[in-house]
């Protein structure tokens, strides 16, 4: 089974605050994706990458940069963490670059985030 | 702008066959729609995909009519344990990747 790991299920920072939210899939896919979750909104990508070193803006990219050093692991940086930056985040990964519309998407169990 | 467009809540009985509608009118040729179901305190998980017509698995159903700007999952004889909320996900399929997530519909089942 694919498994995605996320760092911590919960997490509290304060106003300003540098967060790091890391991901690990041990299934050697190659894209790996960040998405938040908030109520009635459903999910956001916010980043994807689809190879080492490489990124893509998602829908919501403001506020957020990511990193992508070796092929497992993805990186969700919040330079200066903001109130309305407190919600769910959720890693997944799925297999092959070359039909993301088409791929499962395996998902991690979520990080809730609450900035004060 | 693509959209999907999913009800926000539905409710139902064990044993009833359910149907969740989602509209996508501005699918595009190579687009995909998937289906996904989440539980509580759990990420997303995979149902079912389909391009166009009707797939069938061991959990589900999805129907698409010709246009395919609107898709049907279809649960038969759901129990207690289908509560969940089931996303609508529409993937683009050209030179700009896009994922186009429903906001989900909350399925309540009631014994």
């Known amino acids: 089974d694919v498994k995605v790991t996320q760092s911590s299920r919960y997490l509290v920072k304060r106003t300003g605050e540098k967060v790091f939210l890391e991901c690990v899939q041990d299934?050697?896919?190659?894209?790996m994706f960040w998405y938040r979750q908030d109520p009635g909104l459903g999910l956001r990508l916010i980043y994807f990458?689809?190879?080492?070193?490489?990124?893509e803006k998602g829908d919501i990219p403001e506020g957020y940069s990511v990193s992508r050093e070796k092929k497992e692991r993805f990186s969700l940086i919040l330079e200066s963490a903001s109130t309305n930056q407190t919600s769910m985040y959720l890693c997944?990964?799925?297999?092959?670059?070359?039909?993301?519309?088409?791929?499962?998407?395996?998902f991690g169990p979520g990080t809730r985030l609450t900035v004060l | 702008l693509a959209k999907t467009t999913q009800p926000i809540s539905m409710d139902s009985y064990e044993g009833q066959e359910v149907n969740i509608t989602c509209s996508h009118n501005?699918?595009?040729?190579?687009?995909?729609i998937t289906w996904y179901q989440q539980f509580p305190s759990q990420g997303p998980r995979f149902i079912i995909q389909?391009?166009?017509?009707?797939v069938t698995n061991e959990v589900a159903s999805l129907f698409i009519p010709a246009d395919r700007k609107s898709s049907t999952l279809s649960l038969p004889r759901v129990s207690l344990s289908d509560t969940a909320v089931y996303y609508c996900?529409?993937?683009?399929?050209?030179?700009?990747?896009?994922?186009?997530w429903g906001a989900g519909t909350k399925l309540i089942i009631k014994p």
């Open positions: 997944a990964s799925s297999l092959s670059r070359g039909r993301i519309q088409g791929d499962t998407q395996y």
């Open positions: 501005n699918i595009a040729t190579n687009d995909y």
């Open positions: 299934m050697d896919h190659e894209n």
């Open positions: 389909g391009y166009k017509t009707k």
């Open positions: 990458s689809y190879d080492v070193k490489m990124k």
């Open positions: 996900l529409v993937g683009r399929g050209d030179s700009n990747y896009q994922l186009i």
